[in-house]
């Protein structure tokens, strides 16, 4: 069993940035496909990022592309999502989600994908 453990969230203004950290715990990090996800009250789940198990391939929803990045260190085996000129629209509880994959490239953006999930970091930005 993976257990994922988040840190990193907070409440900001408009413009300022945040980082994200998510560390597997029982595997490797080089042996994940690890995303990003966030749900905002009274929305649905939707993908933010995620980075494929060599962490050489990126994918980015449209709305932070250009503003977050997704990392890997396998260093100290930590997933990070540097977040910068956050905006009010932002807000919401981000989840860190990882799963198995052969493929050293391949990263989904649809949540069924992902077996391991962590609780959650709340992020708030306000105007």
């Known amino acids: 069993q993976v257990k994922l453990v988040e840190s990193g969230g907070g409440s900001v203004q408009a413009g300022e940035s945040l980082r994200l950290s998510c560390a597997p715990s029982g595997r490797a990090l080089s042996s994940l496909v690890m995303a990003w996800f966030r749900q905002a009250p009274g929305q649905e789940r939707e993908f933010v990022a995620g980075?494929?198990?060599?962490?050489?391939?990126?994918v980015y929803a449209d709305s932070v592309k250009g503003r977050y990045t997704i990392s890997k260190d396998n260093a100290v085996n930590t997933m990070y999502l540097e977040m910068n000129g956050l905006k009010p629209e932002d807000t919401a509880l981000y989840s860190c989600?990882?799963?198995?994959?052969?493929?050293?490239?391949?990263?989904?953006?649809?949540?069924?994908?992902?077996?391991?999930w962590g609780q959650g970091t709340q992020v708030t930005v306000s105007s």
């Open positions: 980075v494929s198990r060599s962490g050489h391939n990126t």
């Open positions: 989600a990882a799963h198995q994959s052969f493929s050293t490239l391949q990263v989904s953006t649809r949540g069924y994908a992902y077996t391991f």
